[in-house]
Nanobody, 115 residues
Framework: QVQLVESGGGLVQAGGSLRLSCAAS????????MGWYRQAPGKQRELVGL???????HYADSVKGRFTIFIDNPRNTMYLEMNSLKPEDTAVYYC?????????WGQGTQVTVSS
């Protein structure tokens, strides 16, 4: 059973930075897709960025140029580096992975950006 555990959320001022981590119970290289989603209060969950088949990450337009996804394979950990944060980035951030058409989600970590 795959488990994804996020950490690194918190409160930050606008313009600041945060790094989220997602630790997987197995090898990251076994996943067909992995990435990050977020859900703001009263809104649907939306894609932040996604890596498919080991390719380059694809990012939502709203975070392009500010957020970066990278993977540390020896540590089975995926990161979301978030810079130039805006109040509209406030949301619960979820780690996501897909393997053999089964979708896995982390428990979520809160990111709050104050103006």
């Amino acid at each position: 059973q795959v488990q994804l555990v996020e950490s690194g959320g918190g409160l930050v001022q606008a313009g600041g930075s945060l790094r989220l981590s997602c630790a997987a119970s197995g090898s990251m290289s076994s996943f067909n897709a992995m990435g990050w989603y977020r859900q703001a209060p009263g809104k649907q969950r939306e894609l932040v960025g996604l890596i498919i088949g080991g390719g380059s990450p694809h990012y939502a337009d709203s975070v392009k140029g500010r957020f970066t996804i990278f993977i540390d394979n020896p540590r089975n950990t995926m990161y979301l580096e978030m810079n130039s944060l805006k109040p509209e980035d406030t949301a619960v951030y979820y780690c996501y992975a897909e393997k053999l058409r089964v979708h896995y989600w982390g428990q979520g970590t809160q990111v709050t950006v104050s103006s």
